[in-house]
Structures are given as structure tokens and as C-alpha cells.
């Protein structure tokens, strides 16, 4: 038996759905975020969701019957006629990233929309109102604008420096690279990039990279490449140039970036080498200037005073009063005093033992005379006998360090012991110094090694780094001191000097 429905229920029913579905519009409407307006062909508000009223400053049914722009007149200029055209074509008017005063609240508040304007027609076609929906994306704009700004301003910084810009990815293939960069290596813009980085590294040395660049993404952080090593890099046509390199990563989005800073250094390098080579030359000066004093006191004074102790010979033995020869003695004696000085002077400016004989042998005479006049300090030798093994300039060098040294010692240390220890192995010959003295603390510089009065040191330091040698310093104060001459063998053999 079929169930009979009565017109008036069914009537009923449809009022009573259409209710709920307009009741749950008008809620959805309500509570979205956006910002929405209904408004009728003389712009008064006929609805507005809650959103739009907040940024009014008014109610919901404050707004209802009012004209937008008796809420927000500085806009009538701006948006009537917008709002006109809509209605004329029927066309919507999309906005995008728009300034406008717009919170009634804070008027002098520059915010942000996006936000449309659009008909809505009646059933028979006819224009009925115009929607206007609208979405504050102040924070947002404001957010890409700031990007967009320290974007251009990375760009800049990197365009701009002066040292060569690599940008690099995880894997090191080449994201960016500066104009410098590409100046320094050779290449045409946007040549090198996608290219792995190793694409600017010297053929011998790319290999073993792509293995110190996997560990280092292990560990990413700012730091110096290569510390203590000399770097290289290879331009497009295979030159090879000496650089120095700074890493640094940065995380971003797409993952880990890495920004390589490389600086061109020949130029700093050629000015070592001249500095090194004045300095070397300074030294070779000093040395022949020695060596020509010591002849000349040689060869002029000395001979002099031994004409003059031949002639008193002579009259001491023609005269016979006991009283004038008594007083030749003495003259004789004190002459020959002066020649021991002078002896002693021309040995320390040009050791013939150590010309002839090698290091060992002339810091052992060295050594004799030294005790014999500083009794006060027990001098303890080990020496291994170096003969002609080393060059000559290593071989004046060290000995010249050992002077220095021992010299410092006698003046500062206040020791009862000294101990000179020459070690030839098959990579380096060493020079020790130690002492048992008063110590001192050891400086973090040269430059304050100086200021502190070692001067000694400063010249040993000096004369080593000549030889392509160093200087190692261990002290304490109290506790003595020891310094290490080390020279590798590689530029102290005589060949090789």
C-alpha cells in the first residue's frame, strides 16, 4: 500500500529545507576569514560577514543599509568608478597587492589586499549587487618584500665583493658564480655554472676534493679551507695560481648551499717572494761585510801590532836596563792582549773552521772560548758531525742562531747550564738551545717577541724562515727555556743550497 504524502506537508518541507540551506550559507558566510561584502547597485551594505565588520570598526547590523563610502570615504575617488565599470561590463576587477587605507580603527595603518569586485545578477539577468571580497596579506607582503630586499642585497654583496663568489649545492655542482670569479678563472658568464666545482680545482688535487667535500658536508661551518696548505687554482686555459679560500654554508629551503670565497693571492705571494729575497740579500750583505772587516783587521791592525811586538823584541833585547825592559814586557804583553781581542772579534764575525770544517766544528771552538770566558754557565755539547753536508748559507745560518741564542742565555736567563744539541736526520736538521735559567712566557707573535725585548730570538726566527727553516719555542717562566732550529734537509744539503 503506497504512503500518501498531502501538497500542504510537501510545501511545508521544501520552505523548511530551503530555511536550513539559506540558515547554514548565512553561517558559512559569517564565519569565514576573508573579508566579504554584499552590497546593492548604490553600494549600501546588504550583507557582511563578521570579518569585514571587525575591520570596520562597526557592528554587522551597524553596517546594513549604509554606504560604503560613508564608512570609508577617502575611497569613493578611488573605487567608484571601479565599481561603476563592474556593473557597465559585467567584468570582474581583480586586485592584487593593493595599498589602501582600509582599517577604519588605525587610518594611518598602510595595509594590503587582495581582493575582487564582481556582479551578481538576478534570475531574469539583470544586475542585482556587487560582491566584494577582500584578504589583508599585509604581514605577508611585508615578509616577501623583506625577502626580496635581502635577496637583492645578498646579490649585491655578492656581485659586488671583490673576492671570487661561489655558490655551490651538497653534491658541488656550481649554482652561481660572481663576475670576479669568472674574471679570476677565465671563463664567460654562465659558463660555469652547473659545472662541479672541481672544475676550478688543479687535475692532481680534484680526485681527493670530491672526498674532503663529502666530509665536510658532515660538519658544515664557517672556516678557512685548507689551513696550513698551499691552494691552488686552475683557470680555463690549465694556469695554475696560489688562492686563498673561506667556507660557508647556508641552509635554505632546498637544503644546504655552500658559499666558497676564493681570493686571488699571486700578487701577495710575488711580494713575499721579493721581501724574502731583499731579506736574503740583506743577510748575504751582512755577511760579506763581516767577512771584509774581519780581513781587513786581519791584514791591517794585527799585522801592525805584530811589527810593533817584533820591534819591542828587538829593542828589549838590545837594551840592557832591567827597568825599560821590565816596562817592553808589559807593553808587549798588553799588545798581544790586543791581538787576542782582535783575533777573538774577527772569529766572531767570520769563523774560518766553519767555512772549512762544517757547524760542528766551529760551535765546538766557538764553545771552548765562550766557557773559558763565562765559567759561571756549564756549556754541555752534542753534536753530530755535519763536515760539508749542509750549504754553506744553512751552515753560517745555524751558526748564527747558535751565537744569538747563546748570547741570550749569558744576558737574560740567569743559567747554570746550557745545553747545544745538532742533530742531522734523513728530513731535517735541528738546532736545540735549552738552558735551565730564570724562562720567560712564550709569545703568541713576532711582533711581540719584539716589543718584549727578544731581539735574539726575532733575528734567530728571522734567519731561519730565510732558509726556508723555523723557529719552535718552549718556555715558562722559572722553568728555562728551549728553542728548536728545524731545517728540512731538502734545503739545507749542500746541493741544495
Not at 560604503?68 to 578611488?78: A, E, G, K, L, M
Not at 751552515?395 to 747558535?402: D, E, H, K, T, V
Request: hydrophobic letters at 40%; charged letters at 25%; proline letters at 4%.
Amino acid at each position: 500500500m503506497k504512503k500518501r504524502v498531502y501538497p500542504k506537508f510537501r510545501t511545508r518541507m521544501r520552505y523548511l529545507v530551503l530555511y536550513d540551506s539559506i540558515s547554514m550559507l548565512d553561517r558559512l558566510f559569517s564565519s569565514l576569514n576573508g573579508c566579504i561584502a554584499y552590497l546593492d547597485l548604490n553600494y549600501r551594505f546588504i550583507q557582511v560577514n563578521h570579518a569585514y565588520a571587525r575591520l570596520t570598526g562597526c557592528t554587522v547590523d551597524e553596517l546594513i543599509g549604509r554606504s560604503i563610502f560613508d564608512v570609508f570615504p577617502q575611497s569613493r575617488t578611488r573605487f567608484e568608478p571601479i565599481f561603476r565599470e563592474v556593473v557597465q561590463t559585467r567584468s570582474p576587477h581583480i586586485g592584487w597587492r593593493t595599498s589602501f587605507e582600509l582599517v577604519a580603527q588605525d587610518p594611518s595603518a598602510e595595509t594590503f589586499w587582495d581582493f575582487g569586485v564582481q556582479v551578481l545578477s538576478n534570475i531574469q539577468g539583470r544586475p542585482a549587487g556587487l560582491l566584494l571580497i577582500a584578504s589583508d596579506i599585509t604581514q605577508r607582503y611585508k615578509a616577501e618584500l623583506e625577502l626580496q630586499e635581502s635577496r637583492a642585497l645578498f646579490e649585491h654583496l655578492f656581485e659586488s665583493d671583490p673576492d671570487a663568489n661561489i655558490l655551490v649545492d651538497e653534491n658541488g655542482k656550481i649554482l652561481s658564480i660572481n663576475r670576479q670569479a669568472e674574471s679570476d678563472f677565465g671563463y664567460e658568464p654562465g659558463e660555469l655554472v652547473g659545472q662541479p666545482v672541481e672544475i676550478l680545482l688543479p687535475e692532481h688535487f680534484a680526485e681527493i676534493h670530491v672526498q674532503y667535500r663529502r666530509e665536510y658536508m658532515r660538519n658544515p661551518q664557517l672556516r678557512p679551507m685548507g689551513v696550513g696548505k698551499e691552494l691552488l687554482g686552475r683557470r680555463k686555459n690549465g694556469e695554475e695560481f696560489p688562492v686563498d679560500v673561506k667556507l660557508s654554508p647556508l641552509m635554505i629551503a632546498q637544503g644546504f648551499r655552500i658559499l666558497v670565497v676564493v681570493r686571488d693571492i699571486t700578487y701577495r705571494k710575488q711580494i713575499e717572494a721579493e721581501l724574502a729575497e731583499v731579506q736574503h740579500h740583506l743577510i748575504q750583505g751582512i755577511e760579506a761585510e763581516r767577512l771584509r772587516l774581519a780581513q781587513d783587521l786581519h791584514d791591517g791592525p794585527m799585522q801592525d801590532l805584530y811589527g810593533v811586538i817584533y820591534q819591542i823584541e828587538s829593542i828589549e833585547n838590545e837594551m840592557g836596563g832591567r827597568t825599560v825592559q821590565t816596562e817592553l814586557s808589559n807593553t808587549r804583553k798588553t799588545l798581544n792582549q790586543v791581538i787576542d781581542v782582535l783575533r777573538e772579534i774577527c772569529a766572531e764575525l767570520r769563523p774560518t773552521t766553519l767555512v772549512h770544517f762544517g757547524l760542528e766544528t766551529a760551535i765546538l771552538s766557538h764553545a771552548e772560548r765562550f766557557q773559558s770566558l763565562h765559567p759561571e754557565l756549564v756549556v754541555h755539547l752534542d753534536l753530530m758531525q755535519d763536515g760539508k753536508l749542509l750549504s754553506e748559507p744553512v751552515r753560517l745560518a745555524l751558526f748564527r742562531i747558535y751565537q744569538h741564542l747563546l748570547s741570550n742565555v749569558v744576558r737574560h736567563a740567569r743559567a747554570q747550564n746550557v745545553w747545544i744539541r745538532l742533530s742531522l736526520g734523513p728530513e731535517e736538521v735541528v738546532l736545540d738551545v735549552a738552558d735551565d735559567g730564570t724562562g720567560f712566557n712564550a709569545p703568541e707573535s713576532m711582533v711581540k717577541l719584539a716589543r718584549e725585548g727578544h731581539l735574539g730570538l726575532v733575528g734567530a726566527t728571522e734567519r731561519a724562515e730565510a732558509i726556508g727553516g723555523k723557529v719552535e719555542i718552549e718556555a715558562s717562566p722559572g722553568s728555562g727555556a728551549r728553542i728548536r732550529t728545524i731545517i728540512p734537509y731538502a734545503k739545507a744539503a749542500a746541493d741544495g743550497g
